[in-house]
């Protein structure tokens, strides 16, 4: 069995499995299946400061090896989730890493004040895949300028001792020059990749499916998109940790996050379909890192860049 700890920046976990954020809310209804303090940690949906409702329906499509989503951040706010998920967690020692998202940087700065010094935060990951009200509705997480200036406030207003990874979109030209941007800002991570951008007509009644016409796609449609982002972020950034999520659905897909350079995977949507999912991950990526010799986790962190020139 292989010494599965490992660390995101200062946070040090007891393994590299954690949940997604989105897919899993705030841990109540996978823990109904496991003990969701085996995990890593859990990832809650994202909070903003005040409760939302969300896009219109219908939210989630099928697609072919994926899904859509277009929830729109539904959530309780601030308010509510520190009374109630968060506590929660903490009752139930979960180590949490907490997403925040906001349409200002000023709501992000809120946020992170409202988590600061709360001994049931882990991790604070910032979802600036959000749209910026300050700049047209352009997305944060696709220019640099905007990511460096959410990513910078939410650090120097967050504590000290709690993590700042950034989530990024890849619906971007170059994920590395964001990634730089983040990092210059004061990010201590990154979280790899967030959903991207889709569409799908139903040609019935030939109108968009979804009832916010585009949404985010998720699933194994998306994982060697995710690899390639986790891939070209670890050679541009080697110091950096990552995060890395996109479709995983097995201890084999987990590797390649593992070996291409994430220090700790996200489970998300395979939980949809198999809400053991993230400890079945958890129990074969230990199997898979034994098969392969490694005695631990860290020694498999980035492994497939050894002599990547002679590849190339």
């Known amino acids: 069995m292989a010494d599965l700890t490992t660390t995101l920046g200062p946070l040090t976990l007891p393994n590299p499995v954690l949940t997604a954020s989105g897919c899993a809310a705030a841990g109540r209804e996978l823990h109904q299946f496991f003990d969701v303090a085996r995990l890593g940690a859990v990832v809650t949906k994202s909070i903003m400061t005040r409760p939302r409702s969300g896009r219109a329906t219908p939210r989630m499509a099928e697609t ?5 989503n277009s929830i729109g951040l539904q959530g309780p706010g601030i308010d509510s989730f520190l009374e109630h998920d968060l ?23 809120e946020l992170a004040r409202r988590l600061r010094g709360h ?22 997480a696709c220019d640099a300028i905007a990511s460096s200036r959410v990513i910078g406030a939410v650090r120097r207003a967050a504590d000290p001792g709690q993590p700042v990874f950034a989530k990024l979109s ?7 020059l964001i990634a730089r941007a983040c ?6 991570g990154l979280s790899l ?71 700790a995977v996200s489970v998300g949507t395979a ?20 098969a392969r010799g490694f005695g631990s986790l860290a020694d498999a962190v ?9 590849l190339v």
């Open 64 to 68: 072919p090896s994926g899904m859509l």
């Open 87 to 109: 506590a929660w967690l903490a009752e139930h020692g979960a180590r949490t890493v907490v997403s925040i998202a906001g349409g200002h940087t000023d709501e992000y700065v």
């Open 119 to 140: 001994p049931a935060v882990s991790m604070i990951e910032v979802n600036i895949s959000c749209p910026n009200v300050e700049s047209r509705g352009q997305v944060f």
């Open 170 to 176: 890849p619906d971007v030209t170059d994920i590395t």
């Open 183 to 188: 990092a210059d800002a004061g990010a201590d």
């Open 193 to 263: 990749i967030n959903t991207l951008l889709g569409m799908a007509i139903d040609t019935d009644t030939m109108r968009p499916v979804l009832g916010g016409v585009t949404g985010g796609l998720s699933g194994p449609a998306i994982r060697p998109v995710a690899v390639r982002c986790v891939w070209q972020v670890r050679q541009a950034l080697p110091h950096l940790p990552i995060l890395g999520m996109g479709g995983i659905r097995s201890g084999l897909d987990a590797l390649q996050f593992i070996l291409a350079g994430a220090s």
């Open 271 to 290: 939980v949809f379909g198999d809400p053991l999912a993230p400890v079945r991950v958890l129990a074969e990526l230990d199997a898979e890192l034994d």
């Open 302 to 310: 980035g492994f497939a860049h050894r002599d990547v020139a002679a």
